[in-house]
Every structure is written in C-alpha cells, then in structure tokens.
Nanobody, 125 residues
Framework: VQLQASGGGLVQAGNSLRLSCAASGRTFSSYGMGWFRQASGKEREFVAAISYSGSSTDYAASVMGRFAISRDNAKNMVWLQMNSLAPEDTAIYYC???????????????????WGQGTQVTVSS
C-alpha cells in the first residue's frame, strides 16, 4: 500500500486549500482513512478521519466547521478541504490508512498502519 499526499502550499490566512491523498491497492474501500498533522517542534496530532464507507467522519475540535474530509472509493482518493485557514494550521499534513478493515474512524495514530510522505501547509498571517 502506498499513499501519496499532495496539494499543500503557502496561503494567506483566511484562504483555502484542498489536500489530496491517492492510495494504491485494491482494498482501499475496506479501510478507514485519516489526516494528521505535525507542526515544527510539536507532536503529530489528529485532524480528521473517515470510515471505510464514508458514512462516518470525525474532526479535531480545532478544525471542526472549517475542514471537511471526503473520499471516493472508486478512485482510491481521500481529500481534506481546508477553509478559513489560520497560521496555527501550519504543519506537515499526512494521510494514513487504518490497520483494521471495516473499522470506523479513529483518532489514534497507532491504529493506522500506512502513512503518506506528507505535504507542507504554510499559512501566513
């Protein structure tokens, strides 16, 4: 399984970005997916998660109402739409696939077994 994250960049506060995560493999639709981020000097933190079917989503309190996670199982793709970006959203963003198939959402990094390479998001004030 390979995950390729893209879509990061430098934006001004208040603007939007859409991150994409392309997954390889034929079992993508069986696994929940998540987005995490890691700011410089800080630990990796949960951002958003989506169940294998897409019927359930979960968000960190800090991004609730601003970010939206979605997926297209036919395309093996997951997206993170980020609106109203703020400087505190600056981080490397990682997409990840859960270890357990047909499981729901999870905020726990150890429950994800595959990680993309990360894409840098920088928000200027």
């Amino acid at each position: 399984v390979q995950l390729q994250a893209s879509g990061g960049g430098l934006v001004q506060a208040g603007n939007s970005l859409r991150l994409s995560c392309a997954a390889s493999g034929r079992t993508f639709s069986s696994y929940g997916m998540g987005w995490f981020r890691q700011a410089s000097g800080k630990e990796r933190e949960f951002v958003a998660a989506i169940s294998y079917s897409g019927s359930s989503t979960d968000y960190a309190a800090s991004v609730m109402g601003r970010f939206a996670i979605s997926r297209d199982n036919a395309k093996n793709m997951v997206w993170l739409q980020m609106n109203s970006l703020a400087p505190e959203d600056t981080a490397i963003y990682y997409c990840a696939r859960r270890l357990t198939y047909f499981a729901g959402t999870s905020r726990v990094p150890d429950e994800y077994g595959y990680w993309g390479q990360g894409t840098q998001v920088t928000v200027s004030s």
